[in-house]
């Protein structure tokens, strides 16, 4: 999705979220390059927070926005993606408590775990961002809630 096409409307949220899958996306691609065990669990757990502050935000602040401004465009995408959401938490939950030393299932958790995203983030692109500017969807109220819930969502996860 090319973000300059975007309308004001929805610019800075979209992009926003554009933002966190793009950045998703290069750490799986530095997970799979990357050689030292120590460095890819390194980069799989930061792959794993990002994804999960990035769903917390998705499922706390935009598509309940967007579930309420029409249920009847947006609830069945919306209920998919909240399904999606659940598929995705299960496989970070087990590559966050495990180790790649001990598990030789680690690296494929992660790959099945880029492929579930990949699949989640193409219908997010592809479907669901691209309603949300059809139908017109004033999302601009949500910017400061979403970069502010992220900042902090990303500040606990740190000090944990
Ligand atoms: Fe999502
Ligand atoms: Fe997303």
Sequence with gaps: MNKSQIPAAQKDVLSLL???HKEVKKLFKE??????????EDIAREACMKLTVHAIIEEELFYPFLR???PDAFGDLLNEALVEHGTAKELIAQIESASIEDDDLYEAKVTVLNEYVAHHVKE???ELFPKAIGKKVDLRELLTPM???KEELIQSAVAS
């Excluded at 997970?31 to 890819?40: L, V």
């Design 31 to 40: 997970f799979e390059a990357e050689k030292s065990q120590a460095a890819k």
């Design 147 to 149: 970069t502010e819930r």
């Design 68 to 70: 309420a401004q029409n």
């Design 124 to 126: 997010e692109e592809d």
């Design 18 to 20: 554009l933002d966190d």
